[in-house]
Protein backbone atom coordinates (compact mmCIF):
# COMPACT_ATOMS: atom_id res chain seq x y z
CA UNK A 1 0.00 0.00 0.00
CA UNK A 2 2.72 2.38 0.28
CA UNK A 3 4.28 1.27 -2.26
CA UNK A 4 0.97 2.54 -4.37
CA UNK A 5 1.02 5.61 -2.71
CA UNK A 6 4.09 6.64 -3.24
CA UNK A 7 3.48 6.20 -6.87
CA UNK A 8 0.44 7.66 -6.94
CA UNK A 9 1.72 11.15 -5.61
CA UNK A 10 4.77 10.85 -7.78
CA UNK A 11 2.38 11.05 -10.66
CA UNK A 12 0.13 13.98 -9.22
CA UNK A 13 3.24 15.75 -8.82
CA UNK A 14 4.22 15.23 -12.22
CA UNK A 15 1.29 15.89 -13.25
CA UNK A 16 1.22 19.43 -11.50
CA UNK A 17 4.34 20.65 -13.33
CA UNK A 18 2.80 19.76 -16.47
CA UNK A 19 -0.40 21.62 -16.72
CA UNK A 20 -0.22 22.13 -20.30
CA UNK A 21 0.20 19.00 -21.71
CA UNK A 22 -3.50 18.58 -21.01
CA UNK A 23 -4.75 21.31 -21.86
CA UNK A 24 -7.09 22.52 -24.94
CA UNK A 25 -4.78 24.16 -27.65
CA UNK A 26 -7.62 26.81 -27.68
CA UNK A 27 -7.21 27.56 -24.13
CA UNK A 28 -3.13 27.90 -24.19
CA UNK A 29 -1.64 30.75 -23.32
CA UNK A 30 1.46 31.94 -25.24
CA UNK A 31 3.50 34.87 -24.43
CA UNK A 32 6.51 36.51 -26.23
CA UNK A 33 8.23 39.05 -23.93
CA UNK A 34 10.58 41.31 -26.05
CA UNK A 35 13.85 43.96 -25.32
CA UNK A 36 11.26 46.76 -25.19
CA UNK A 37 7.68 47.14 -26.50
CA UNK A 38 7.51 49.98 -28.41
CA UNK A 39 10.81 49.64 -30.61
CA UNK A 40 10.13 49.59 -33.99
CA UNK A 41 12.04 46.48 -34.44
CA UNK A 42 9.64 45.20 -31.36
CA UNK A 43 6.30 46.60 -32.94
CA UNK A 44 6.97 44.63 -36.11
CA UNK A 45 7.57 41.37 -33.77
CA UNK A 46 4.04 42.18 -32.70
CA UNK A 47 2.84 41.57 -35.98
CA UNK A 48 4.16 38.33 -36.70
CA UNK A 49 2.76 37.48 -32.82
CA UNK A 50 -0.59 38.60 -33.40
CA UNK A 51 -0.36 37.12 -37.13
CA UNK A 52 0.25 34.04 -35.43
CA UNK A 53 -2.80 34.29 -33.18
CA UNK A 54 -5.14 35.11 -35.93
CA UNK A 55 -4.28 32.27 -37.82
CA UNK A 56 -4.14 29.29 -35.01
CA UNK A 57 -7.06 31.20 -32.73
CA UNK A 58 -4.37 29.89 -29.94
CA UNK A 59 -4.25 33.35 -27.26
CA UNK A 60 -0.44 34.37 -28.27
CA UNK A 61 0.38 37.94 -27.63
CA UNK A 62 3.47 40.13 -26.92
CA UNK A 63 4.31 41.83 -23.64
CA UNK A 64 7.40 43.93 -23.00
CA UNK A 65 8.97 46.82 -20.61
CA UNK A 66 8.29 49.65 -21.48
CA UNK A 67 11.61 50.90 -22.08
CA UNK A 68 15.50 48.59 -22.39
CA UNK A 69 15.97 47.31 -19.01
CA UNK A 70 17.30 44.27 -18.00
CA UNK A 71 15.60 44.46 -14.82
CA UNK A 72 11.99 45.68 -15.59
CA UNK A 73 12.52 42.52 -18.28
CA UNK A 74 12.53 40.11 -15.72
CA UNK A 75 9.91 41.58 -13.91
CA UNK A 76 7.75 41.13 -16.76
CA UNK A 77 8.41 37.74 -17.34
CA UNK A 78 7.83 36.77 -13.51
CA UNK A 79 4.92 38.77 -14.04
CA UNK A 80 3.58 36.34 -16.61
CA UNK A 81 4.71 32.98 -14.91
CA UNK A 82 2.52 34.09 -12.27
CA UNK A 83 -0.18 34.72 -14.35
CA UNK A 84 -0.34 30.99 -15.27
CA UNK A 85 1.00 31.05 -19.40
CA UNK A 86 1.72 27.84 -20.90
CA UNK A 87 4.55 29.22 -22.72
CA UNK A 88 6.81 32.45 -22.93
CA UNK A 89 9.04 33.27 -25.87
CA UNK A 90 12.13 35.83 -24.74
CA UNK A 91 14.31 37.78 -26.53
CA UNK A 92 16.84 39.00 -23.58
CA UNK A 93 18.52 41.93 -22.81
CA UNK A 94 20.63 39.89 -20.70
CA UNK A 95 20.73 35.95 -20.68
CA UNK A 96 22.51 35.94 -17.10
CA UNK A 97 19.67 38.07 -15.64
CA UNK A 98 17.19 35.87 -16.67
CA UNK A 99 18.70 32.61 -15.84
CA UNK A 100 16.83 32.20 -12.56
CA UNK A 101 13.53 33.18 -13.40
CA UNK A 102 13.47 30.96 -16.58
CA UNK A 103 14.85 28.16 -14.53
CA UNK A 104 11.70 28.99 -12.21
CA UNK A 105 9.36 28.97 -15.55
CA UNK A 106 10.47 25.51 -16.80
CA UNK A 107 10.45 24.36 -12.84
CA UNK A 108 6.67 25.43 -13.02
CA UNK A 109 6.29 23.11 -16.48
CA UNK A 110 6.23 26.05 -18.41
CA UNK A 111 7.44 25.90 -22.37
CA UNK A 112 10.84 28.33 -22.50
CA UNK A 113 11.86 29.27 -25.67
CA UNK A 114 14.85 31.84 -26.38
CA UNK A 115 15.82 33.91 -29.69
CA UNK A 116 18.92 35.81 -29.69
CA UNK A 117 20.37 34.02 -26.65
CA UNK A 118 22.80 31.22 -28.17
CA UNK A 119 24.27 31.32 -24.62
CA UNK A 120 20.99 30.71 -22.42
CA UNK A 121 21.08 27.79 -20.29
CA UNK A 122 17.57 27.74 -18.48
CA UNK A 123 15.62 27.36 -22.31
CA UNK A 124 14.17 24.69 -24.15
CA UNK A 125 15.20 25.89 -27.40
CA UNK A 126 17.09 29.06 -28.57
CA UNK A 127 16.31 29.98 -32.36
CA UNK A 128 18.01 32.08 -34.46
CA UNK A 129 17.33 33.40 -38.53
CA UNK A 130 20.99 32.20 -39.14
CA UNK A 131 24.21 31.29 -37.48
CA UNK A 132 25.63 34.15 -35.83
CA UNK A 133 28.86 34.30 -36.99
CA UNK A 134 28.39 33.94 -40.15
CA UNK A 135 25.74 37.10 -40.42
CA UNK A 136 28.58 38.81 -38.53
CA UNK A 137 30.57 37.76 -41.94
CA UNK A 138 28.06 39.34 -44.17
CA UNK A 139 28.05 42.48 -42.41
CA UNK A 140 32.17 43.19 -42.93
CA UNK A 141 31.52 41.81 -46.36
CA UNK A 142 29.25 44.91 -47.15
CA UNK A 143 31.38 46.93 -44.56
CA UNK A 144 34.63 46.17 -46.50
CA UNK A 145 32.84 46.59 -50.15
CA UNK A 146 32.08 50.10 -49.39
CA UNK A 147 35.41 51.24 -47.31
CA UNK A 148 37.23 49.91 -50.77
CA UNK A 149 39.21 47.07 -47.97
CA UNK A 150 40.59 49.71 -46.63
CA UNK A 151 40.74 52.04 -43.73
CA UNK A 152 40.08 51.68 -39.83
CA UNK A 153 36.42 51.01 -38.64
CA UNK A 154 34.84 49.76 -35.21
CA UNK A 155 32.32 48.07 -34.07
CA UNK A 156 29.08 48.87 -31.84
CA UNK A 157 26.53 46.64 -29.88
CA UNK A 158 23.32 47.40 -27.78
CA UNK A 159 25.01 46.44 -24.69
CA UNK A 160 28.09 44.33 -23.93
CA UNK A 161 26.32 41.67 -22.30
CA UNK A 162 24.31 41.17 -25.75
CA UNK A 163 25.12 37.72 -27.10
CA UNK A 164 23.62 37.82 -30.54
CA UNK A 165 25.19 41.20 -31.30
CA UNK A 166 28.62 40.29 -29.80
CA UNK A 167 28.73 37.27 -31.68
CA UNK A 168 28.11 39.57 -34.52
CA UNK A 169 30.51 41.50 -34.04
CA UNK A 170 33.24 38.31 -33.46
CA UNK A 171 32.02 36.77 -36.58
CA UNK A 172 32.31 40.64 -38.36
CA UNK A 173 36.29 41.06 -37.24
CA UNK A 174 36.90 37.22 -38.30
CA UNK A 175 35.88 37.60 -41.49
CA UNK A 176 37.93 41.25 -41.67
CA UNK A 177 41.55 39.15 -40.41
CA UNK A 178 40.90 36.77 -42.71
CA UNK A 179 39.60 38.83 -45.98
CA UNK A 180 40.44 42.03 -45.59
CA UNK A 181 43.70 42.56 -44.52
CA UNK A 182 44.20 46.45 -45.43
CA UNK A 183 41.64 46.84 -42.89
CA UNK A 184 42.02 47.74 -39.25
CA UNK A 185 39.93 47.55 -36.22
CA UNK A 186 39.86 50.56 -34.10
CA UNK A 187 42.32 49.37 -31.29
CA UNK A 188 41.62 52.14 -28.91
CA UNK A 189 37.80 51.70 -29.30
CA UNK A 190 36.91 48.07 -30.64
CA UNK A 191 33.68 47.81 -29.11
CA UNK A 192 31.14 50.39 -28.11
CA UNK A 193 28.23 50.11 -25.99
CA UNK A 194 25.03 52.07 -27.61
CA UNK A 195 22.48 50.65 -24.80
CA UNK A 196 20.36 50.17 -27.76
CA UNK A 197 19.51 53.59 -27.83
CA UNK A 198 19.56 55.92 -30.45
CA UNK A 199 20.25 59.68 -29.13
CA UNK A 200 23.46 57.45 -27.21
CA UNK A 201 24.86 55.70 -30.79
CA UNK A 202 24.48 59.15 -31.88
CA UNK A 203 26.99 60.72 -28.93
CA UNK A 204 29.45 58.11 -29.12
CA UNK A 205 29.74 58.11 -32.56
CA UNK A 206 30.14 61.40 -32.51
CA UNK A 207 32.72 61.00 -29.91
CA UNK A 208 34.73 58.61 -31.94
CA UNK A 209 34.45 60.82 -34.90
CA UNK A 210 35.79 63.78 -32.97
CA UNK A 211 38.46 61.59 -31.20
CA UNK A 212 39.47 59.40 -34.42
CA UNK A 213 39.50 61.44 -37.38
CA UNK A 214 41.19 58.47 -39.49
CA UNK A 215 37.96 56.65 -38.62
CA UNK A 216 36.55 55.29 -41.77
CA UNK A 217 33.42 53.41 -41.10
CA UNK A 218 31.37 51.55 -38.30
CA UNK A 219 29.71 48.03 -37.87
CA UNK A 220 26.26 48.58 -36.03
CA UNK A 221 24.33 45.68 -34.15
CA UNK A 222 21.41 47.56 -32.32
CA UNK A 223 18.67 48.32 -34.46
CA UNK A 224 19.50 52.27 -32.95
CA UNK A 225 22.85 52.13 -34.16
CA UNK A 226 23.06 52.70 -37.93
CA UNK A 227 20.85 55.94 -37.40
CA UNK A 228 22.60 57.16 -34.91
CA UNK A 229 25.47 57.06 -36.39
CA UNK A 230 24.20 58.61 -39.50
CA UNK A 231 22.69 61.42 -37.67
CA UNK A 232 26.38 61.82 -36.45
CA UNK A 233 27.99 61.55 -39.69
CA UNK A 234 25.81 64.47 -41.20
CA UNK A 235 25.94 66.71 -37.86
CA UNK A 236 29.98 66.50 -38.57
CA UNK A 237 29.70 66.95 -42.10
CA UNK A 238 31.54 63.14 -43.15
CA UNK A 239 28.39 61.40 -44.55
CA UNK A 240 29.09 59.21 -47.44
CA UNK A 241 32.85 59.00 -46.59
CA UNK A 242 32.31 57.67 -43.30
CA UNK A 243 30.90 54.52 -44.06
CA UNK A 244 28.05 53.12 -41.89
CA UNK A 245 26.78 49.45 -42.16
CA UNK A 246 24.21 48.08 -39.38
CA UNK A 247 20.90 46.28 -38.55
CA UNK A 248 17.63 47.43 -38.42
CA UNK A 249 13.80 48.06 -39.94
CA UNK A 250 13.48 49.14 -43.88
CA UNK A 251 11.49 52.38 -42.45
CA UNK A 252 13.47 53.28 -39.72
CA UNK A 253 16.94 53.45 -41.58
CA UNK A 254 15.24 54.35 -45.07
CA UNK A 255 16.11 58.14 -45.06
CA UNK A 256 19.81 57.62 -43.94
CA UNK A 257 20.23 54.67 -47.14
CA UNK A 258 18.20 57.02 -49.34
CA UNK A 259 20.59 60.11 -48.62
CA UNK A 260 23.56 58.00 -49.33
CA UNK A 261 24.30 57.92 -45.30
CA UNK A 262 23.55 54.19 -44.37
CA UNK A 263 25.40 51.94 -46.80
CA UNK A 264 23.98 48.64 -46.41
CA UNK A 265 21.88 46.87 -43.52
CA UNK A 266 21.22 43.55 -42.96
CA UNK A 267 18.42 41.88 -40.64
CA UNK A 268 15.90 39.27 -40.70
CA UNK A 269 12.17 39.81 -40.47
CA UNK A 270 11.81 40.36 -36.65
CA UNK A 271 7.85 39.67 -37.53
CA UNK A 272 8.79 35.99 -38.84
CA UNK A 273 11.11 35.71 -35.83
CA UNK A 274 7.72 36.77 -33.43
CA UNK A 275 5.44 33.85 -35.49
CA UNK A 276 8.25 31.00 -35.06
CA UNK A 277 8.54 31.42 -31.55
CA UNK A 278 5.32 30.79 -31.36
CA UNK A 279 5.14 28.30 -33.81
CA UNK A 280 8.35 26.58 -31.32
CA UNK A 281 6.02 26.95 -28.24
CA UNK A 282 3.33 25.27 -29.93
CA UNK A 283 5.11 22.21 -31.24
CA UNK A 284 6.89 21.58 -27.74
CA UNK A 285 3.17 22.03 -26.24
CA UNK A 286 2.00 19.56 -28.35
CA UNK A 287 5.07 17.12 -27.34
CA UNK A 288 6.67 17.21 -30.08
CA UNK A 289 11.00 16.33 -30.51
CA UNK A 290 13.39 19.03 -31.39
CA UNK A 291 14.84 17.81 -34.53
CA UNK A 292 16.75 18.88 -37.49
CA UNK A 293 14.63 20.29 -40.38
CA UNK A 294 11.23 21.47 -38.39
CA UNK A 295 9.19 24.09 -40.26
CA UNK A 296 8.60 27.38 -38.16
CA UNK A 297 5.74 28.30 -40.68
CA UNK A 298 7.60 31.38 -42.03
CA UNK A 299 10.42 31.89 -44.94
CA UNK A 300 13.79 31.12 -43.75
CA UNK A 301 12.41 29.31 -40.87
CA UNK A 302 11.09 26.15 -42.35
CA UNK A 303 13.85 23.78 -42.09
CA UNK A 304 15.66 24.54 -38.39
CA UNK A 305 18.85 22.66 -37.76
CA UNK A 306 20.57 22.10 -34.72
CA UNK A 307 23.51 24.95 -34.80
CA UNK A 308 26.24 21.91 -33.57
CA UNK A 309 25.72 18.66 -32.10
CA UNK A 310 24.82 18.74 -28.20
CA UNK A 311 23.49 22.66 -28.60
CA UNK A 312 20.02 23.93 -27.41
CA UNK A 313 20.13 26.42 -30.73
CA UNK A 314 18.78 26.05 -33.90
CA UNK A 315 19.85 28.05 -37.07
CA UNK A 316 17.69 28.60 -40.00
CA UNK A 317 18.58 31.07 -43.29
CA UNK A 318 16.49 33.99 -42.56
CA UNK A 319 18.29 36.85 -43.44
CA UNK A 320 17.72 39.80 -45.93
CA UNK A 321 20.45 42.28 -46.79
CA UNK A 322 19.23 45.61 -47.81
CA UNK A 323 20.73 49.12 -49.76
CA UNK A 324 19.56 51.58 -52.07
CA UNK A 325 19.21 49.15 -54.87
CA UNK A 326 16.51 47.14 -53.19
CA UNK A 327 15.40 49.55 -50.24
CA UNK A 328 11.80 50.46 -52.58
CA UNK A 329 10.87 46.59 -52.23
CA UNK A 330 10.48 46.89 -48.31
CA UNK A 331 7.81 48.62 -45.88
CA UNK A 332 8.17 48.25 -42.36
Not at 247 to 260: F, S
Request: glycine share 10%; with cysteine.
Amino acid sequence: MKKFLAIMLGAMLLLSMMPTVFAAESEWKIVVVPKEELAPWFQRMKVGVDNFATETGINAYQKGPAKMDAAMQVQVVQDVIAQGVDAVCVVPIDPAALEPVLADALAKGIVVVTHEASAQVNTMVNIEAFVNTDFGGFLMDNLARVMGETGTYTTMVGFLTSTSHNEWMDGAVARQLDKYPNMTLLEASPRVESEDNRDLAYERAKELLKMYPELGGILGSASTDAPGSGRAAEELGVAGTFKIVGTGTPNENRPYIEANVISAIGLWDPAAAGYAMCEMAVQLLRGEELVDGMDLGQPGWNDMRFQEPGSNTMVGSGWISIDISNIGDFDF
